[in-house]
């Protein structure tokens, strides 16, 4: 049977991530399949695209550039800033990951050199400037119109719970 994705569909996949040279950077191998659903953002686009294309069973790997993937490293994103101003007597090494609060979440940086004072943080992802592949394997696909979803569709006809628990 073939089955057409779209955007709402919620899909279970493996996948494995690799950079080029072959190096594993996650998998579901270890931990087990994840589900998301199509067009929620929780994967890359091109992750997702890939998807859409599948059929349950199928297999295939993908190849996404950085700036499709992680993003391209930005050279903007590395500050040089006073240890003494900044981590006052708290213990900082290369390696850190330090986070700093924006007004809308976290902003978080690894501590790339120590040079006396000077601590320089790069805000890239370690991902960044990297194209990776994906090997993607769809093992379920449950559309938003199957009957799974029903249960949660009648919810959006109440105007409040009072009304919910009057039908029961």
Known sequence: MI???SIGDTVKVHYTGKYEDGTVFDSTATSGPIMFTIGDEMMLEGFENAVLAMEVGDRKTIHLKA???YGEYDSD????IKKD???K???VK???EVQIPTEDSVFSLTVVSIDGNEVKLDGNSPMAGRD???DIELLEVVSRDSDSFDEFDDFEDFESLDDIADDY
């Open 67 to 69: 700036g499709d993937a």
């Open 94 to 96: 290369v390696g850190d």
């Open 85 to 87: 101003e900044t981590f």
């Open 77 to 80: 994103l590395i500050y040089t």
């Open 3 to 5: 089955t057409m994705l």
């Open 132 to 134: 990776v592949y994906f």
């Open 89 to 91: 007597d708290q213990e």
